[in-house]
């Protein structure tokens, strides 16, 4: 029996296949202002609004700016994946993925219903453009990691270029976000450190930073992650043009992470102040 043998780190692999590249989805007539109604049809997860809220601005601008998915590519083999790890509060999910035409939007009058698509956790068995189920915590980066090692056992991912080796060049990334809380699962330290060491430059985690995690981390949240060889960016989580530059600051070499800082409270709709993972 051979040994086993570990991949060399960023090893190099073919070029994504040249036709069918998911595109950019068109822009929304009525942009971001399409949000907040079909935000207020969504009943009945209360209890999760602060943590959909602190959501809400990250998911907007990945799907109208940063994404290369629509509802016409949804099932290309090179699109983009996006990863809701922290799916407890799905809402503003939910909404967005409606505004850009993903999911009808009557179907935001009926969550949890017996006949509804749209659960307390994200499904993507039922829900179009969801690529995981997700709700308990800790998972998704981790799924992130795996997903993208087969993108590139594929030959799906993008291809560094560009006389300093960086740049998209064509082909899919990985894009998961975590809340900060959620950074206290374990699991999450392993593919921070993998995802590192192995330098998977197609990845970016979006951590929305509310001042919820329970022990955070010495020096800030962001050397969590450039102890272990990603490059890092800290915005304002409300500011689209900020998030905009940050998710596409990625490097070609090296994973990426940007930190979107979030008030620590919300107000919900209740009046009732909360800050949630």
């Known amino acids: 029996m051979s040994a086993f043998i570990a991949s060399p780190v960023a090893a190099p692999h073919p070029p994504p296949t040249p036709t069918g590249y998911a595109a950019l989805p068109p822009p929304t007539p009525t942009g971001y202002a399409a949000l907040p109604p079909l935000l207020r049809r969504i009943t009945g997860d209360?209890?999760?609004?602060?943590?959909?809220?602190?959501?809400?601005?990250?998911?907007?601008?990945l799907y109208d700016r940063i994404l290369r998915i629509s509802p016409q590519t949804v099932d290309a083999a090179d699109r983009d994946?996006?990863?809701?790890?922290?799916?407890?509060?799905?809402?503003?999910?939910?909404?967005?993925?409606?505004?850009?035409?993903?999911?009808?939007?009557?179907w935001l009058d009926d969550l949890a219903g017996p006949d509804s698509p749209l659960g307390h956790h994200?499904?993507?068995?039922?829900?179009?453009?969801?690529?995981?189920?997700?709700?308990?915590?800790?998972?998704?980066?981790?799924?992130?990691?795996?997903?993208?090692?087969?993108?590139?056992?594929q030959?799906?991912?993008?291809?560094?270029?560009?006389?300093?080796?960086?740049?998209?060049?064509?082909?899919?990334?990985?894009?998961?976000?975590?809340?900060?809380?959620?950074?206290?699962?374990?699991?999450?330290?392993?593919?921070?450190?993998?995802?590192?060491?192995?330098?998977?430059?197609?990845?970016?985690?979006?951590?929305v930073d509310n001042d919820s995690a329970t022990h955070g981390w010495p020096g800030g949240l962001a050397s969590r992650f450039s102890v272990n060889g990603w490059t890092t960016t800290t915005v304002d989580g409300r500011d689209h043009e900020a998030l905009t530059a940050a998710l596409t600051g990625?490097?070609?070499?090296?994973?990426?992470?940007?930190?979107?800082?979030?008030?620590a409270k919300y107000t919900t709709s209740d009046g009732k102040e909360d800050g949630h993972a």
């Open 46 to 61: 209360e209890k999760h609004e602060p943590s959909a809220n602190s959501t809400l601005d990250v998911l907007w601008v």
């Open 81 to 106: 994946r996006f990863l809701l790890s922290k799916g407890h509060g799905p809402a503003a999910y939910y909404a967005v993925l409606a505004a850009k035409g993903f999911i009808p939007d009557a």
């Open 122 to 153: 994200p499904d993507r068995l039922l829900v179009p453009g969801v690529e995981i189920g997700s709700g308990s915590l800790g998972h998704g980066l981790g799924l992130g990691v795996g997903m993208l090692l087969g993108l590139r056992a």
């Open 155 to 207: 030959g799906l991912t993008y291809q560094a270029g560009g006389a300093g080796g960086a740049g998209r060049v064509g082909g899919a990334r990985v894009y998961v976000l975590v809340g900060d809380a959620e950074l206290d699962e374990g699991s999450n330290h392993e593919a921070i450190a993998y995802a590192g060491s192995r330098q998977l430059a197609e990845l970016t985690a979006i951590v």
């Open 250 to 263: 990625h490097d070609g070499v090296r994973p990426h992470l940007v930190v979107a800082r979030t008030p």
